[in-house]
């Protein structure tokens, strides 16, 4: 196995909650996850699994009114961010992790030029005295041309866009890139142009990544490790190479026929069935179990902790088909106790 | 054999831009359908795949070029027949929110459909409708608003709207894109289902490789306005001889 680099993220045990109208939300029960430094991970989920929740919770961006970490911490380089104010996110000059969105219109100002809005993130997070040699350096690294400094985002086409908002969030110089569904409103050829860019990047500036996708294709080509998340849950996680190789949980072993379209003996295209739950629910058991094919009795009392498949622990799934690992036997004795 | 259900021949359209230019989205394309077939028409956005659809549907109209359904031009048409091959093609487009009107109940958006086909016996059938696409048990959905269905079930409530017209064609422009990876499964199995019990055809408009690849008979690729290759789906995909559908084939992340 590979040297383990210190990780520049750590999720333990968040648990994330939405004040809504129809009431509380759980958006994260109980998630974790670690990056480490330059290192490639994918999060893996379909709407309403907590994925983006997740992402935004590691920069301070859910509401401040309407959300709250009830349990759980969130380590950036080993510094506790899980209780700063919106005020604190604000004055955290030089964070070590940027975000690029879907949708890079949302994120650009319209009125304001590409080049005048990576200048102003430059000053922002690492000021710079050669500003504009650096908005020049920035467009380069992004691989467009210096003349669209001048442009305005609407001049733009959309992989245009997204290489745009890259410059702005690099410019902060970031040691971790959260990329939330960066190539979903782009077309195939565009896409991998993007992810290319993004591999590039990384390599040239030892960043670390954190790819969040609905897209397995995505994670294959772009990911060294990943982790699959429900209903605000981490169901398994390891390297692309063994997850890929062997999913284990049911929901991973879905997601992979559903995602290639594979087809039974019948004919029939493989489907998870029932529908995404509800998050309102308080779930005891595993979030899965309600549409799991291998579901059992304990599945809805409570949720396993992790068993590792496969050594140095780069393989784990909580799901209870799976042989207990002593960590998971504390957590039955935890339960017999409870 | 007889004449092909959608035959569309020459087409050439363009659109006028804010700024005056003229854009011509399709240039020349001819394109057929069978009875029963399934076409896949792939390309990335921009590439003309959707204004082809929708001079498909009637809704525009080409600036050069024929529509031939089932061996006849539109012009030929008596206004009744002309009623008639419209409804015959119906479209589902990726958004099923946009296409439903929020202020109608699923009792209401079916009724008016079979209503404007002339169906008697119209609650015996809006239950059918509900229970073919997989709303079931039926009477369950009918009080419901479009809002208060999930993501996959306004997608088969759209579904069972174009049903209610009794096609012979459905043009589908990219059904899935909204639908999350596990609902995927079961509205391909949906619409092969419809296509076995009903014969229906379609014209699949995707950018999705993998979609085309598994559901379709034939593919015609597009790009810039221009069918740039067409055929067999399980050819085209496998051994395409085109630079443009060997480069988009090659874009495709693929999971080992």
Redesign the interface.
């Given at each position: 196995m590979q040297q383990t680099k210190p990780p520049i993220l750590q999720l333990d045990d968040v648990r994330l909650t939405f004040r809504t109208r129809a009431g509380t939300v759980r958006a994260l029960n109980g998630a974790s996850l670690t990056v480490h430094e330059g290192e490639a991970v994918g999060l893996v989920g379909?709407?309403g699994s907590g994925k983006s929740t997740l992402a935004r919770a590691v920069l301070g961006l859910n509401p401040e009114r309407s959300s709250r970490i009830e349990a759980g911490r969130i380590l950036i380089a080993g510094r506790d961010v899980t209780r700063l104010s919106q005020a604190e996110w604000e004055g955290a000059r030089g964070h070590p992790v940027a975000m690029v969105f879907q949708d890079p219109l949302s994120f650009l100002n319209p009125i304001m030029r590409i080049g005048r809005q990576i200048a102003e993130s430059i000053e922002r997070h690492a000021p710079d005295r050669r500003v504009e040699e650096r908005v020049g350096e920035l467009l380069e690294l992004v691989k467009l041309p210096s003349s669209l400094a001048r442009a305005y985002p609407h001049q733009l086409s959309g992989g245009m866009r997204q290489r745009a908002l890259l410059a702005v969030a690099l410019a902060c110089e970031p040691r971790l890139l959260i990329a939330d569904e960066p190539t979903t409103a782009l077309?195939?050829?565009t896409?991998?142009e993007i992810?290319a860019l993004l591999r590039d990047l990384r390599e040239k500036l030892g960043m670390a990544m954190l790819l969040i996708t609905?897209?397995?294709?995505?994670v294959?080509?772009?990911c060294e490790r990943l982790y699959v998340i429900y209903a605000g849950r981490v169901l398994e996680w390891g390297r692309a190479?063994d997850v890929?190789?062997a999913p284990a949980h049911p929901y991973t072993v879905?997601?992979?026929?559903?995602?290639?379209?594979d087809?039974d003996a019948q004919?029939?295209?493989?489907?998870?069935?029932g529908?995404?739950p509800d998050l309102g629910e308080t779930a005891q058991g595993c979030p899965f179990a309600p549409r799991c094919p291998k579901a059992m009795a304990e599945c809805a009392r409570a949720m396993p902790h992790a068993s590792v498949l496969a050594d140095g622990e780069t393989h784990a799934v909580r799901c209870w088909l799976y042989p207990l690992t002593r960590d998971s036997e504390t957590a039955v004795e935890r339960l017999a106790e409870g | 054999m007889g004449a092909p259900l959608l035959s569309l021949q020459g087409i050439t359209h363009g659109f006028r831009r804010s700024g005056g230019a003229l854009v011509t989205a399709v240039r020349d394309v001819s394109l057929e359908v069978g009875e029963g077939e399934t076409v896949a028409l792939v390309g990335e956005s921009g590439s003309g795949k959707s204004t082809l659809g929708r001079i498909a549907l009637g809704l525009i109209r080409p600036d050069t070029g024929r529509v031939f359904i089932a061996g006849r031009t539109l012009g030929e048409m008596s206004s009744g027949e002309l009623r008639r091959a419209r409804v015959a093609f119906q479209p589902i487009f990726q958004d099923a929110t946009a296409s439903l009107n929020p202020r109608r109940t699923v009792r209401d958006l079916l009724g008016q459909a079979l209503r404007q086909r002339g169906a008697d016996s119209i609650a015996e059938l809006r239950i059918d409708l509900l229970e073919s696409v997989g709303l079931r048990p039926g009477p369950v959905y009918l009080e419901r608003y479009p809002h208060e269905l999930s993501g996959g079930q306004r997608q088969r409530l759209a579904i069972a709207r174009a049903l209610a017209m009794q096609p012979r064609l459905i043009v589908a422009d990219e059904p899935l894109s909204g639908a999350d990876v596990s609902i995927r499964g079961q509205i391909l199995n949906l619409l092969s289902d419809l296509k076995k019990e009903r014969g229906l055809a379609y014209l699949m408009i995707t950018h999705d490789i993998s979609i085309a690849r598994a559901f379709a008979d034939r593919v015609a690729v597009m790009s810039q306005g221009q069918i740039v290759e067409q055929g067999p789906a399980t050819l085209v995909l496998s051994q395409p001889t085109q630079d443009y559908t060997k480069r988009l084939l090659a874009a495709v992340p693929r999971i080992i």
């Amino acid at each position: 196995m590979q040297q383990t680099k210190p990780p520049i993220l750590q999720l333990d045990d968040v648990r994330l909650t939405f004040r809504t109208r129809a009431g509380t939300v759980r958006a994260l029960n109980g998630a974790s996850l670690t990056v480490h430094e330059g290192e490639a991970v994918g999060l893996v989920g379909e709407s309403g699994s907590g994925k983006s929740t997740l992402a935004r919770a590691v920069l301070g961006l859910n509401p401040e009114r309407s959300s709250r970490i009830e349990a759980g911490r969130i380590l950036i380089a080993g510094r506790d961010v899980t209780r700063l104010s919106q005020a604190e996110w604000e004055g955290a000059r030089g964070h070590p992790v940027a975000m690029v969105f879907q949708d890079p219109l949302s994120f650009l100002n319209p009125i304001m030029r590409i080049g005048r809005q990576i200048a102003e993130s430059i000053e922002r997070h690492a000021p710079d005295r050669r500003v504009e040699e650096r908005v020049g350096e920035l467009l380069e690294l992004v691989k467009l041309p210096s003349s669209l400094a001048r442009a305005y985002p609407h001049q733009l086409s959309g992989g245009m866009r997204q290489r745009a908002l890259l410059a702005v969030a690099l410019a902060c110089e970031p040691r971790l890139l959260i990329a939330d569904e960066p190539t979903t409103a782009l077309d195939v050829t565009t896409q991998a142009e993007i992810l290319a860019l993004l591999r590039d990047l990384r390599e040239k500036l030892g960043m670390a990544m954190l790819l969040i996708t609905h897209d397995l294709g995505i994670v294959a080509s772009a990911c060294e490790r990943l982790y699959v998340i429900y209903a605000g849950r981490v169901l398994e996680w390891g390297r692309a190479q063994d997850v890929f190789g062997a999913p284990a949980h049911p929901y991973t072993v879905g997601l992979f026929h559903a995602a290639r379209a594979d087809r039974d003996a019948q004919g029939r295209f493989a489907t998870i069935g029932g529908e995404p739950p509800d998050l309102g629910e308080t779930a005891q058991g595993c979030p899965f179990a309600p549409r799991c094919p291998k579901a059992m009795a304990e599945c809805a009392r409570a949720m396993p902790h992790a068993s590792v498949l496969a050594d140095g622990e780069t393989h784990a799934v909580r799901c209870w088909l799976y042989p207990l690992t002593r960590d998971s036997e504390t957590a039955v004795e935890r339960l017999a106790e409870g | 054999m007889g004449a092909p259900l959608l035959s569309l021949q020459g087409i050439t359209h363009g659109f006028r831009r804010s700024g005056g230019a003229l854009v011509t989205a399709v240039r020349d394309v001819s394109l057929e359908v069978g009875e029963g077939e399934t076409v896949a028409l792939v390309g990335e956005s921009g590439s003309g795949k959707s204004t082809l659809g929708r001079i498909a549907l009637g809704l525009i109209r080409p600036d050069t070029g024929r529509v031939f359904i089932a061996g006849r031009t539109l012009g030929e048409m008596s206004s009744g027949e002309l009623r008639r091959a419209r409804v015959a093609f119906q479209p589902i487009f990726q958004d099923a929110t946009a296409s439903l009107n929020p202020r109608r109940t699923v009792r209401d958006l079916l009724g008016q459909a079979l209503r404007q086909r002339g169906a008697d016996s119209i609650a015996e059938l809006r239950i059918d409708l509900l229970e073919s696409v997989g709303l079931r048990p039926g009477p369950v959905y009918l009080e419901r608003y479009p809002h208060e269905l999930s993501g996959g079930q306004r997608q088969r409530l759209a579904i069972a709207r174009a049903l209610a017209m009794q096609p012979r064609l459905i043009v589908a422009d990219e059904p899935l894109s909204g639908a999350d990876v596990s609902i995927r499964g079961q509205i391909l199995n949906l619409l092969s289902d419809l296509k076995k019990e009903r014969g229906l055809a379609y014209l699949m408009i995707t950018h999705d490789i993998s979609i085309a690849r598994a559901f379709a008979d034939r593919v015609a690729v597009m790009s810039q306005g221009q069918i740039v290759e067409q055929g067999p789906a399980t050819l085209v995909l496998s051994q395409p001889t085109q630079d443009y559908t060997k480069r988009l084939l090659a874009a495709v992340p693929r999971i080992i």
